[in-house]
């Protein structure tokens, strides 16, 4: 689903949200001011408090990486000597990021802030969903000359809950978050507040890059975003594809025409270099293996530029012949947002004017560039690196902002690189991974590393490795007398096996499909379609469906659109779904689900009902295929993890995947969880947690 702007682009002014403030302080003490006034320190209003979130960061690997590279993990290995001993974290059901980093803003369970899973469903289509924002709905005035106004419903938070800098800023303690996931819309404090993932670009709701080519794979032909290219003496005429233009009539399928910037390309083949010219702009002259920054592009909706939209794209010269150029998704520009990327919304392009042009989507290191092979694995570790190299820049202004916060409070800072990489290339760590690729494992990663001697297969030591001159500048910069807590939402093991529920329901009886329906054909097949349970399944006859890659629901009567199983008989039929889930078992006798959980039994809150009814949690090396995920009725229950989807996770049961917690001092709780995070930052600065909030003071 694209962004909620490309539906509605005449709310280009959307106003921006206001920094909420209370000029009443808090009344607790700083910590420690009594030693900082004797040793001459400045004394601030409130103590400060550092938060470094690291997604995806697993206890049992980090504790590996630094016995076996202690001279490589020096702060980290004093943050575990003073913090007796990684600590285990207790992540979210299910352990996926918008859940987890849900439970940790609000202090809620998923009960109480209704985000269950990356994808939620229709109760009305039976069809994904997103699940960070209200379900939207577009419409239309008719306009003379092909044209129509747009309008539209929907696309706000579906967070409940108040996230925990807007209650510290309400309280007049400052707070600077950067790069929180699930914080689009953003939410503001008492500081400045950046969105992070789930920030949607301005062409597609997660971004999707381009690929120019003049030899398109065969497999690739029919991909919008694979652009056939032609060189004419020397020149090759072609666009930068941007967001649907909901202004132009759609067409007799429906469907909006997609808005195009002009785009040349200028190929020098004796120098072996390109210029790429956007929309007449200057030119940027690529050699293979050359980024390009980010450039400005503008889409005209409307005639006579009415209604532009603005945007930033970075370009990839992979070779001159064949011509292959790859082109990021285009991200919002922080200068001139169609929607606010900060809080204050004029801190986009502060931060704009000091580290220049930078990612704005949610997830910036492009996964879908190497899912979708437009990108080779070393290029996208390469544009990883490029993302890492960014955050570290702007990890020096976050630092600059909140030191010269003479009252204090609180920094919260984020980096992704750990779990975006690790999901991609964990195949190559992994000898067992049926997708392990033993020729590119054994190939020299030096050159990113900047490990001597590394090669691919150290991928995952290699990334937690690159983390610790990022907590060693942190520590440095704030001081020793600052409290620093390093976490993560939840940890990482090998997925080798895919699970498709819908499936596994079809079965066992529980999916009946419609007469003249068959579930998918394999992959390979050159008949291959796939199949949907939207347009599948006999509804009258369904007990049961998969959506999401963790959720089962029940086709309940009176909820769904179609329900047909009678809510007296759900106790019993969950019961048994959940006994012949948990013992499930592959051909060698594996363990598929370490436990299915009823939403009944994890789940408390006002948002209760609209959680899937059974939690599925797959033991270590299985999840729920991808296809399963969004609905789809794949050939085989259960099949080897091949291609270019995510090869290590973390969408399985909680306990396979628990998070970090670290601290600079003593944590009184021997089982933390993210919700106790949340409490224990609001009660350091002397605010009590909210009635709906789940968590512990976990600070002494």
Known sequence: MLPRWTTYPALATVAALLVTAVPEPVTRPAAGAAAKARAGLPVTQHPRLVVLGIDGMDPDILRDVVARYPDRMPHFRRLIEEADGVRDLGTSTPPQSPVAWSNFITGRNPGGHGIYDFIHRSTSTYGPIPATVTESTAGSVDLPGGYQFPTSSGGDSNR?????????????????????PINFPVEPGRGWSFPGMMTPAVDSAYGEPTLYTSEPDFDQLGQEKVIGIEVARGVARTYVLGPENAFKDPD??????RSRAPMDVFVDEDAGAVAVQVDGGAPLVLTPGQWSGFVPVAFSMLPLGLSDMSGIVRFYLRSVDPLEIYASPVNVDPRAPIQPVSAPDTAASDLADLIGLYYTQGMAEDVNGLKNRMLTDSEFMMQAALVYEERGRMLEVALDHYMRQEDGGLLFFYYSSVDLAMHMM???????HPHHDEA?????????????????????DDLYLRMDPVLGRVRERVGEETRIVVMSDHGFAPYRRKFSLNTWLLENGYLVLKDGFERELPEDSLEYAPVFIQAAADWSKTKAYGIGFNGLYLNLAGREGEGCVDPSEAEALLAELKAKLEALEDEDGASVVLRADLASSVYTGERLAEAPDLLVGYEQGYGNSDEASLGQIPHAVLSDNLGGTFNGSHLMAPDVVLGTVLANFP????????EDLTVSILEYYGLQAEPEMDGR???E
Do not use: Y
Request: hydrophobic share 45%.
């Open 160 to 180: 409940s809950g108040k996230a925990f800098w807007t209650l510290l800023g309400d309280a007049g303690v400052p707070a600077d978050v950067w790069r929180m």
């Open 697 to 699: 003071n976990a600070f």
């Open 667 to 674: 944590l009184t709780l021997e089982d933390p969880r993210l």
């Open 252 to 257: 007799v399928d429906g469907h909006l025409e």
């Open 440 to 460: 590119f494992a054994a190939e020299g990663s030096d050159w990113w590393s900047g490990r001597e001697g590394s090669v691919w297969r150290d991928i995952i």
């Open 426 to 432: 964990w195949r190559h760590a992994d000898p067992e």
